[in-house]
C-alpha cells in the first residue's frame, strides 16, 4: 500500500463505544480497556482499562489499539 493511500485511512474506523479493545504498543501492551469516545478528527480513543481493581482512563491513538469484541 502507498503512502498516500496509507494515509487517508482513519486508524479509528471501526472503533464504536463501547467496544473491547487491546492495548498492542506502549506501557499497557496486552491489556483490554472498554471504548468511552473517539475523537476522529485527532484519530484518538478515550478509553477505560477493563477489569482493573482502580479505574484508569487513557487517551491513545487509534493505530495503538486493536478491537477485540464489538458492541452490538
Known amino acids: 500500500m502507498s503512502r498516500r493511500r496509507q494515509a ?3 486508524h479509528v ?3 464504536e463505544v463501547g ?5 498492542v504498543t506502549g506501557a499497557f501492551k496486552g ?3 472498554r471504548v468511552l469516545s ?4 485527532k484519530e484518538e480513543v478515550s478509553m477505560e482499562l477493563y477489569e482493573q481493581p482502580i479505574p484508569m482512563t487513557l487517551n491513545m ?4 489499539v486493536r478491537v477485540v469484541e464489538r458492541v452490538e
Open 8 to 10: 487517508n485511512k482513519r
Open 13 to 15: 474506523s471501526g472503533i
Open 19 to 23: 467496544c473491547i479493545v487491546e492495548i
Open 31 to 33: 491489556e483490554k480497556a
Open 38 to 41: 473517539v475523537a476522529e478528527s
Open 61 to 64: 491513538r487509534g493505530d495503538h
